[in-house]
């Protein structure tokens, strides 16, 4: 697979992707592209995958989180400590 790449943090407005597939990875992407298949081009189909990914991830930092408060909440309110915004930077800062 070869990218352009982006410069420091920039990213290119459109990245260009070459993807060389054989066999029956080939053939299920075939399979999935035109009038028997879902998406109309293999561009389609691998923006919807890229989509559909990126959602799956998303999800998993949310949940992630999620159990984070949880267990956060269950915690007795003795094991709290009041903290100012200058503690918390002092904090991050390490």
Known sequence: ?????????????????????????????????GDNGSYENVSEYIRDLIRRDKQHKEEENFERLRAELKMAFQQPDES??????ADVIRRNQK
């Open 80 to 85: 709290y400590r009041p903290l100012t915004s």
């Open 1 to 33: 697979m070869t990218t352009n790449k982006a410069i420091g943090n920039e990213m290119p407005e459109k990245t260009t992707l070459t993807v060389r597939l054989g066999g029956a990875l080939g053939d299920f992407v075939a399979s999935n592209i």
